[in-house]
């Protein structure tokens, strides 16, 4: 059973810049959430998708958007990039929408500076 | 809104002596809620769900829907049961899982 795996595993932007994350969902899931993790906090919720489509959405600006393609690998698109940006993104993959349990990846460590 | 409250970010025991981690929610509906455990080096993965009623790893959890709380609780603590600990809260309306701070156990020997 191959598990969610992201990329890039670290990244520094610049501060305006655009970044986009990716997100392979855990072989047979069908739905992937992401994440923001601060430093020192928990993971926030900025959306998920399901059958390509945005299925829950997060306190999270505009800014942020994602998509998912249909073999359901997922990307996490971030524009204009803020210095609050700089946290850990996690994306999660879950069986089937509505499925409450959710497989994580190790996440992408983004810097702005 | 919902809101999940871990009110200790460190929590440090010998081993062999019980450990409580503290978990307080607010949801308007039924909740349904989790802890999430991430390991040195290791990324996040569930630990046990309230539905389930498991034991995993000696730990169990109940909900109180009274206090609002989830607490996970283990008699006898191992050096390897330090970790992250995450309380979350599925909201079925949002499709999404609403994280606690978190908890660092350290278990000392």
């Known amino acids: 059973e191959t598990g969610v795996t992201q990329s890039p595993t670290h990244l520094i932007k610049t501060r305006g810049q655009q970044v986009t994350l990716r997100c392979s969902s855990q072989s047979g899931h069908n739905t992937v959430s992401w994440y923001q993790q601060a430093l020192g906090q928990g993971p926030q919720f900025i959306f998920q998708?399901?059958?390509?489509?945005?299925?829950g959405r997060g306190n999270f600006p505009p800014r942020f958007s994602g998509l998912q393609f249909p073999n359901y690998s997922s990307e996490l698109n971030v524009n204009a990039l803020e210095l609050d940006d700089s946290a850990l993104y996690l994306c999660?993959?879950?069986?089937?929408?509505?499925?409450?349990?959710?497989?994580f990846g190790q996440g992408t460590r983004l810097t702005v500076v | 809104a919902q809101r999940v409250t871990q009110p200790e970010k460190l929590l440090s025991v010998f081993k062999g002596a019980p450990v409580e981690l503290k978990c307080n929610y607010s949801y308007s509906g039924s909740p349904e809620l989790f802890w999430y455990v991430q390991y040195s080096r290791q990324r996040l993965q569930l630990l046990l769900r309230?539905?389930s009623r498991e034991s995993i790893k000696g730990f169990t959890a109940d909900l109180n829907k009274g206090e609002t709380s989830f607490h996970l609780k283990k008699p006898f603590a191992q050096e390897e049961d330090s970790a992250m600990y995450y309380c979350a809260l599925y909201n079925n309306a949002g499709n999404m899982l609403t994280f606690g701070g978190g908890t660092r156990l350290m278990v000392k020997p």
């Open positions: 998708y399901y059958r390509e489509e945005e299925n």
């Open positions: 999660a993959s879950s069986l089937v929408r509505g499925e409450t349990e959710a497989f």
């Open positions: 309230h539905i």
